[in-house]
């Protein structure tokens, strides 16, 4: 029997499908494998390339396999899509697996440490609680509006309608809806209590890592979008320049070109949405700094602002942020102000 030396696997909750070639390229293993017997199957190989699919619980998978010395690479879903023949199944899924991680232009993600993981997932719990406080105010505001009650857009706005709610001479209110709304109001205070213990739990982490309190000093990133950066990017290395981990996060323009000729659209808005939506939002917290108190110390924004909406300069500048920390991770180096502004 030849030896394996790439392996196509595709994960699942219970039921796996290992794909197996050698050197010439020969099929000499296709099975199912059940979760238990994952582990006790591989270890009995000798070391060879394994290729997953980068999806839910993948990252587990590939520290178990790496620790038994096998070569395991990631790839994104989209991309090992393009190998799979005819049919879905998953026979032919770790089949395409197979074949795509042998492609020497295919791209890869990097093993996230459980300790990345931890972290990314205070903020994915937190985004969670964040969504669910939006919602209560919403179904709040919606239920008093039904009966003539409205309040101010923001936090005062709702806290005048929790208070109305809690009036019990309040007559616009029917009992039956009070003790409604009074359950929306207990949960929605539940809920702002974790997301505030959420940050906090954040911020004592970031306190905690060297690498996330350099990245701290670059204007507009945050505890929050500095854990973000260090907790999903593994190894900055991966990326060959700033540009290309920019267009990973989704903050370069679309490209429709052909026969020599440019055409670029909007941002692509792909890669990873939670970080793309923090690097933009710590560009407008910059902005809105600089219309405040002048933008004569970053004359690359004033010029900026001054032929493009704020909303587009505030994507160009997040695109900046994002290459500057970058950098920052690659070098190991600490926050350098421009010449400009530390002048």
Known sequence: MEEI??????????????????????????RQL???????????????VIGIEA????????????????????MPARYVKAYVKRGKNDAADAEAICEAVGRKTMRFVETKTREQQAVLMLHRTRHMFVRQ??????????????????????????DALLKVVADPKDVRVPEVAR???????HQLEMVKAHILDFDRRILAWHRTNETSQRLGAIPGVGPALATALVASVSDPKAFRS????????????????SGGKERLG?????????????????????????????TKHRP????????????????????????????????????????????
């Open 5 to 30: 030396t790439t392996i196509g696997l595709d994960i699942a909750k219970s039921v796996f499908q290992v794909h197996g070639i050698d050197a010439r390229g020969e099929v000499i293993v296709r």
């Open 34 to 48: 059940r979760r238990r017997q994952v582990l006790p199957f591989f270890s009995r190989l000798t070391p060879c």
């Open 55 to 74: 999806c839910a619980t993948s990252h587990h998978w590939s520290r178990e396999l790496q620790a038994l010395g096998h070569d395991v690479r990631l």
């Open 133 to 158: 406080r939006t919602a209560l105010i919403n179904a709040i505001r919606a239920h008093l509006a039904e009966f003539g009650i409205v309040a101010a857009v923001g936090r005062n706005g709702v």
């Open 179 to 185: 003790k409604c709304l009074n359950a929306l109001g």
């Open 242 to 257: 700033a540009r290309d981990f920019a267009a990973w996060v989704g903050l370069v323009p679309k490209q429709n070109s």
């Open 266 to 294: 909007g941002v692509t808005k792909q890669g990873d949405r939670y970080l793309r939506s923090l690097l933009t939002a710590g560009a407008l917290a910059v902005i809105r700094y600089a219309k405040i108190h002048g």
């Open 300 to 343: 690359w924004l004033t010029a900026l602002l001054a032929r493009r909406p704020t909303k587009v300069a505030a994507i160009a500048f997040a695109n900046k942020i994002a290459r500057i920390a970058w950098a920052m991770m690659v070098r190991n180096e600490r926050y350098k102000e421009p010449a400009a502004l530390a002048a």
